[in-house]
């Protein structure tokens, strides 16, 4: 038997049932699908977002979704280093264990650059 609950169903929808329906339909049905960005930007906008305020709820959907969208594994590890910079080192310092368990969890995988290595 399948589960073709939503993430957000599955999540909360039997605490909060119209909090899950708002984001399946608001947030990932009109927002998501709106024509003005694709789907990697959102990710990435959205990734970024929730770095840089410090969110370590919906990170790990959010970069399955990325993941999903094209956005890669290295891109993300860019971007959360990028934002030690503009959003704070303790900010980004504290995304990466959130970053490495979604990305763990994903099966996706981040490559060290000769160039990163200072």
């Known amino acids: 038997m399948t589960d073709d609950r939503s993430p957000a169903q599955k999540a909360y929808g039997d605490v909060a049932p119209a909090l899950a329906g ?3 339909r608001v947030l990932f049905g009109e927002v998501w699908e709106r024509p003005g960005l694709s789907k990697y930007d ?5 990734v970024a977002s929730l770095v840089a305020l410090n969110r370590t ?3 790990p959907g959010h970069v399955r979704r990325a993941l999903d969208n094209g ?3 290295d891109k993300l590890t860019e971007l959360v280093t990028h934002l030690a910079l503009s959003g704070g080192w303790p900010t980004a310092n504290s995304a990466i264990p959130v970053l490495r368990q979604a990305l763990d969890e ?3 995988s981040t490559t060290i650059r000769t160039g990163d290595l200072g």
């Open 22 to 24: 708002l984001g399946d």
């Open 42 to 46: 959102r990710s990435l906008i959205t």
């Open 57 to 59: 709820n919906e990170p």
């Open 71 to 73: 956005v890669t594994a």
């Open 106 to 108: 994903a099966g996706a």
